[in-house]
Nanobody
Framework: QVQLVESGGGLVQAGGSLRLSCAAS????????MGWFRQAPGKEREFVAG????????RYSDSVKGRFTISRDNAKNTVDLQMNDLKPEDTAVYYC?????????????????WGQGTQVTVSS
């Protein structure tokens, strides 16, 4: 079955950096766009970044554009999220997911499989 496992979360001070990684199995990874979402307590899950199946196109939410970078390695079945200049409002559980659309969707409804999430906490 499809399994997505996120890692790399933790506690960091504002202005710091973290790199999240998501390892996929049970899916032909190179066929699909992949996305990162996040969910803060009491808030809805929101799109953070997405990357096309071949890495040729990316998409970011306005709140992270210029600070976060998504990348993928189809040989290793991994998708990473480099997060720089972190802010307290970036605190959330971060999830990776498989995009079933033919583009990079920002809607969680277009994502079929999800990881268990990794906690990112940014202190001020």
């Amino acid at each position: 079955q499809v399994q997505l496992v996120e890692s790399g979360g933790g506690l960091v001070q504002a202005g710091g950096s973290l790199r999240l990684s998501c390892a996929a199995s049970g899916v032909i990874f190179r066929w699909y766009s992949m996305g990162w979402f996040r969910q803060a307590p009491g808030k809805e899950r929101e799109f953070v970044a997405g990357i096309q199946w071949n890495g040729g196109n990316t998409r970011y939410s306005d709140s992270v554009k210029g600070r976060f970078t998504i990348s993928r390695d189809n040989a290793k079945n991994t998708v990473d999220l480099q997060m720089n200049d972190l802010k307290p409002e970036d605190t959330a559980v971060y999830y990776c997911a498989v995009d079933n659309s033919l583009r990079i969707s920002d809607s969680a409804n277009n994502y079929d499989y999800w990881g268990q999430g990794t906690q990112v906490t940014v202190s001020s």
